[in-house]
């Protein structure tokens, strides 16, 4: 199975940046990084995803290693909001089919 | 516009007994996946249809597990005989079937076997 390594938890101040790390050492050439969050009692919400290119929207930024075996997900201005599971993933071959870790539990504190 | 819907959101069922739970996918998205969520854990993938087929339905658990797309449109995922281990959230998604476009979630059904 497609796996992915992030720090189990993380705290950020609000207002500030909030860099989420996650390692992806196997994964293939052609296969694209995913991030969603998870907020309590919600589903998964799709927050972006890239392949080698760095990436921004209106929730974030990717920034993608060159070697392609680690990212960082940027929230520019964390809010009380934030405060989710965010889920590292990577599309296992041509299925579309995301596997899941334990995610990183972000707390945002005032 | 309209996300993927889920209904129930909640269902309390007793051991033994048969629950469907349905999903009403993004209009117009040709892929949909069927993923079970316990208490924390990520979720885990159970089957994946690919218009009215099953492409991979390798996360179905035993043969009490089925989920039907008839119409490559809705699907209902149908539990036989349930059981405690069964309890969990059921989420759904869809995504537009297009090479790496994101799935999209709806909020799921809370599956509760008493």
């Known amino acids: 199975d497609a796996k992915t390594t992030q720090p189990p938890s993380m705290d950020c101040a609000e207002g500030r940046a909030a860099n989420l790390p996650c390692n992806h050492s196997?994964?293939?050439?052609?296969?694209?990084v995913y991030w969603y969050r998870q907020i309590h009692s919600q589903g998964p919400q799709y927050i972006i995803h890239g392949l080698k290119n760095n990436e921004t929207n209106e929730m974030a930024s990717l920034i993608i290693t060159e070697d392609r075996k680690s990212s960082t997900l940027i929230l520019p201005h964390a809010t009380l909001r934030d405060t989710a599971v965010y889920y590292c993933?990577?599309?296992?071959?041509?299925?579309?089919?995301?596997?899941f870790g334990q995610g990183t539990t972000l707390q945002v504190k005032p | 516009g309209a996300g993927v819907s889920q209904t129930p959101s909640n269902k309390v069922t007793e051991k033994g007994k048969y629950v469907e739970l349905r999903c009403d996918p993004i209009?117009?998205?040709?892929?949909l996946y069927w993923y079970r969520q316990s208490l924390g854990q990520g979720p885990e993938f159970l089957i994946y249809?690919?218009?009215?087929?099953?492409?991979?339905d390798s996360g179905l658990p035993n043969d009490r597990f089925f989920a039907v797309r008839p119409e490559g449109s809705v699907s209902t995922l149908k539990i036989q005989r349930t059981e405690r281990g069964d309890s969990a959230v059921y989420l759904c998604?869809?995504?537009?079937?297009?090479?790496?476009?994101?799935?999209?979630f709806g909020n799921g059904t809370r599956l509760t076997v008493t």
């Open positions: 993933i990577y599309l296992q071959g041509n299925t579309g089919k995301l596997i």
């Open positions: 196997t994964i293939s050439g052609n296969e694209y």
């Open positions: 998604a869809s995504s537009s079937g297009i090479s790496n476009s994101p799935l999209h």
């Open positions: 249809f690919q218009g009215t087929g099953a492409a991979d």
């Open positions: 209009s117009g998205h040709t892929a």
